[in-house]
């Protein structure tokens, strides 16, 4: 069963407007979570992450939102750029349950110029 | 230039005959895992390892094996591949996961993709 969730496959936005992925999970003990930006042929690489201890994490036009009670958290990207384009994974762990990462399904980012 | 690296980069094998893929990495990293990238699955997990000769299962380990004898190399082994293991593989490492000092950023390798016939 999923434990991470990406609902959204997809996701077209204009250049310089702000784009909202989505990410649910399930696991209530998930302390942990990470974005990472993958383009094709390459592997993922780190974007941003977030504590349970925080609710906002912010890195220039990067920043994550999470809403433990909703289980539920979101990457705002301000503003787009066509170089933005690319997929985007959500990841969780819990530290006290053997470090694992869980992945969300991805989902692929199109800035349109 | 710090990096994990994964070796073959693209392979087609048939039913049956066995493969390694190597990963290494240079960065010094304890922890070391291996992931499969399906449509519409996302990044599974394999196996992990925490440090030398310390590996664990994760989600999908069934028809894989790994090995942790030194700290910089984590190859992932195919003894018998079959169809349903054609994907594309990610090594990834990260100096170690979950700590409060440590971000618990995973580095990944370029991926292999594989094809089994």
């Known amino acids: 069963d999923q434990q991470v969730k990406q609902n959204s496959p997809s996701l077209s936005v204009q250049e310089g407007r702000i784009s909202i992925l989505n990410c649910d999970y399930t696991?209530?003990?998930?302390?942990?979570f990470l974005w990472y930006k993958k383009y094709p042929a390459e592997g993922p690489t780190f974007l941003i992450s977030?504590?349970?201890?925080?609710d906002k994490n912010e890195d220039g036009r990067f920043t994550v939102f999470l809403n433990k009670s909703a289980k539920h958290l979101s990457l705002h990207i301000v503003p787009s750029q066509p170089g933005d384009s690319a997929v985007y994974f959500c990841a969780a762990s819990a530290r006290n349950t053997g470090n694992q990462f869980y992945f969300g399904t991805g989902t692929s980012l199109t800035v349109i110029p | 230039e710090a990096q994990v690296t994964q070796n073959p980069r693209y392979l087609i094998t048939v039913t049956g005959k066995k493969l390694t893929v190597t990963c290494s990495q240079n960065?010094?990293?304890?922890?070391m895992s291996w992931y499969r990238q399906d449509p519409g699955l996302g990044l599974r997990q394999i196996y992990y390892s925490m440090n030398v000769e310390v590996t664990d299962k994760g989600d999908v380990p069934e028809g894989y094996k790994v090995s942790r004898k030194e700290k910089r190399n984590f190859p992932l082994i195919l003894e018998s591949p079959s169809p349903n293991q054609t994907s594309l593989y990610f090594c990834?490492?990260?100096?170690?996961?979950?700590?409060?000092?440590?971000?618990?950023?995973?580095?990944f390798g370029e991926g292999s993709r594989l094809t089994v016939l």
């Open positions: 960065m010094n990293h304890e922890y």
């Open positions: 990834a490492s990260s100096l170690f996961a979950g700590l409060a000092a440590n971000t618990g950023e995973l580095f």
């Open positions: 977030i504590s349970s201890i925080k």
């Open positions: 696991n209530s003990m998930f302390d942990y």
